[in-house]
């Protein structure tokens, strides 16, 4: 008798913790209802629930459908159903940023991630949550937050860094760019690099003859040569005008000598109607210990305004 009593009892219990799991599943929907009216922005995926002991997240569909699941076939989830879904680069800064909270260094969780989605291409996440619930002991019980996709944001904001990089005309990167990837090289003092600066030959006489449609179709060929015929570690700038640079990472001089060669050659072939073939003037020069920008960028030039001044169409170096 004791031992049916024993099961009801049991079995009542099972039931009653049934029942307020349930009640308070409806709560949380009727919660994100609410705060889906007070945060009504692109790309909210609502609430989310977090119950430290249990592991067990409570969370709006939208979250995990945009991640391509079906909740319906989800279910019930833990923790690691999200984080094992991290790009690897953001994955433990994001568990840092947790631990941070749970510990209460923090006064929230707050972070920006890439997540996996269901067919593979990673969605970028706003997601900021609190400990609304601790124990005596100061132990995290239950956790609350919010997500956003912000997938469309960062794809703008790559779009606008773009183009605040580049230069329309030859999609080599800008002047700025040029100065601020220098500071960061002469900064590595241990890491070598050399420069090539070149210059297209009668520039101005292309363009007082021929017309600037005719000289900017000159400046997006030579662009385009360039940079499918560039190392992949190499990054071409254009200075001003029609002159440009090529910062040659970790090439010793007889390398940026042997690259200038070969692109000088290519340029050449380079077929132009009206103009016939394009042709450059080149300088190249080998970044030494503790020099400064401003003196290499003129040791270079002055090397560049060599060539142009021995007849054009040649490459001058330091011996």
């Known amino acids: 008798m004791a031992k049916s009593y024993e099961t009801f009892e049991k079995k009542q219990l099972i039931d009653r913790i049934h029942y307020l799991e349930t009640q308070l599943e409806h709560l949380f929907k009727e919660n994100d209802q609410e705060m889906f009216v007070s945060f009504p922005w692109a790309g909210n995926l609502g609430q989310w629930y977090w119950f430290y002991d249990t592991n067990k ?24 159903f999200f984080t094992s879904k991290l790009h690897p680069d953001d994955y433990e800064s994001v568990m840092q940023h947790m631990r941070n909270h749970l510990k209460g260094i ?9 997540i996996q989605h269901k067919d593979g291409h990673y969605l970028w996440y706003y997601d900021r949550g609190v400990v609304t619930k601790r124990d005596e002991k100061g132990m995290p019980i239950v956790l609350q937050g919010i997500v956003f996709d912000i997938t469309e944001t960062k794809k703008i904001e790559d779009r606008l860094r773009f183009l605040s990089e580049r230069d329309a005309l030859t999609n ?14 002469t900064q590595l003092e241990k890491i070598p690099f050399s420069l090539i600066m070149f210059d297209v030959d009668h520039f101005k006489k292309i363009n007082d003859h021929h017309g600037h449609l005719i000289g900017d179709e000159v400046l997006r060929r030579l662009g385009a040569y360039i940079l499918s015929h560039k190392h992949e570690s190499d990054h071409a700038y254009r200075y001003g005008g029609e002159e440009f640079f090529l910062i040659l990472n970790q090439k010793t001089l007889e390398e940026a000598i042997q690259i200038a060669k070969e692109l000088h050659q290519g340029i050449s072939t380079i077929k132009m109607p009206l103009i016939g ?17 401003d003196d290499l960028v003129k040791r270079v030039d002055d090397l560049m305004y060599e060539a142009k001044r021995s007849g054009r169409n040649t490459i001058k170096f330091e011996e």
């Open 172 to 185: 080599f990167f800008n002047r700025r760019t040029f100065f601020e990837e220098l500071e960061k090289l």
């Open 57 to 80: 997240v409570t969370f709006n569909d939208k979250k995990v459908s945009s991640l391509g699941y079906d909740p319906n076939v989800v279910g019930t989830v833990g923790f690691e």
């Open 106 to 114: 923090t006064e929230a969780y707050e972070v920006e991630y890439r």
């Open 277 to 293: 073939h394009m042709t450059v003037s080149m300088g190249v020069a080998h970044h030494q210990q503790n020099e400064s920008i």
